[in-house]
């Protein structure tokens, strides 16, 4: 296995982790009453550039779109519409969410690919 596999599948591993902590510190922070949506994108992106050792723009653009859908999934899991809480429902309906909520959900993206995109060692 070359380096280059190699990183990615670290990076991606460590990604999954993030993603995995950031999800139930969420809900854990939920609890708390602190609504902190752009955590699980923001340790994605930890965990998918911290054992890494080069630059990778498919690291990045993977990860981003898993904080994307976590996200999303995060949200709808925890605060679905009332009307109908299922998640094509809500899929359809992104655009009636509070600007806040599409502002972390944003965020958590940016967040995941920018610090999973690496640096050159």
């Given at each position: 296995?070359?380096?280059?596999?190699?990183?990615?599948?670290?990076g991606?591993?460590?990604?999954?982790?993030?993603?995995v902590?950031?999800?139930?510190?969420?809900?854990?922070?939920?609890?708390?009453?602190?609504?902190?949506?752009?955590?699980p994108?923001?340790?994605i992106?930890?965990?998918?550039?911290?054992?890494?050792?080069?630059?990778?723009i498919?690291?990045?653009?993977?990860?981003?779109?898993?904080?994307?859908?976590?996200?999303?999934?995060?949200?709808?899991?925890?605060?679905?519409?009332?009307?109908?809480?299922?998640?094509?429902?809500?899929?359809?309906?992104i655009?009636?969410?509070?600007?806040l909520?599409?502002?972390?959900?944003?965020?958590?993206?940016?967040?995941?690919?920018w610090?999973?995109?690496?640096?050159?060692r």
């Amino acid at each position: 296995m070359n380096d280059k596999t190699r990183n990615l599948l670290l990076g991606l591993l460590g990604a999954a982790v993030g993603g995995v902590v950031g999800y139930f510190g969420f809900v854990w922070g939920l609890h708390q009453g602190l609504y902190a949506l752009m955590l699980p994108g923001g340790l994605i992106g930890i965990g998918g550039g911290l054992l890494v050792k080069d630059r990778s723009i498919l690291r990045a653009t993977l990860c981003g779109v898993f904080a994307a859908c976590l996200g999303l999934f995060t949200e709808w899991h925890h605060a679905h519409f009332i009307a109908d809480p299922s998640l094509g429902y809500f899929l359809t309906h992104i655009h009636q969410l509070r600007g806040l909520t599409l502002l972390m959900l944003a965020a958590g993206t940016g967040f995941a690919a920018w610090l999973s995109l690496g640096r050159q060692r």
